[in-house]
């Protein structure tokens, strides 16, 4: 099973970008998907999740202005990013609750991760 993202970029403050990150390989089950970001010196930190049920949950920092949604068919999820501000520099990572095909339980698992640049 492999999570690998897409989208990241290079975007001026006020801009917008999607990401998205597609799960790949023997899934049975894919629980929830999230995003985590990690600035340059800081700690790995939350952005958004989204439950197999379609129940969202976001940073306070973003709430209003991030959205995050999945394709069920196509195990992907998406970050659509409105507004950016440079304090949204970082580098995006997907994450996900996955169960395999013949596997008892979900294994937690981690994209390698997008650059988002946000330029003043």
């Known amino acids: 099973v492999q999570l690998q993202a897409f989208g990241g970029g290079l975007v001026q403050a006020g801009g917008s970008l999607r990401l998205s990150c597609a799960a790949s390989?023997?899934?049975?089950?894919?629980?929830?998907m999230a995003w985590y970001r990690q600035a340059p010196g800081k700690q790995r930190e939350f952005v958004a999740i989204i439950t197999d049920g379609g129940h969202t949950n976001y940073a306070d920092s973003n709430k209003g202005r991030f959205t995050i949604s999945r394709d069920y068919a196509q195990n992907t999820v998406y970050l659509r990013m409105n507004n950016l501000e440079p304090e949204d520099t970082a580098v995006y990572y997907c994450n996900a609750g996955i169960t395999g095909v013949g596997r008892p339980d979900a294994v937690d698992y981690w994209g390698k991760g997008t650059q988002v640049t946000v330029s003043s």
């Open positions: 390989g023997s899934i049975w089950k894919i629980g929830f």
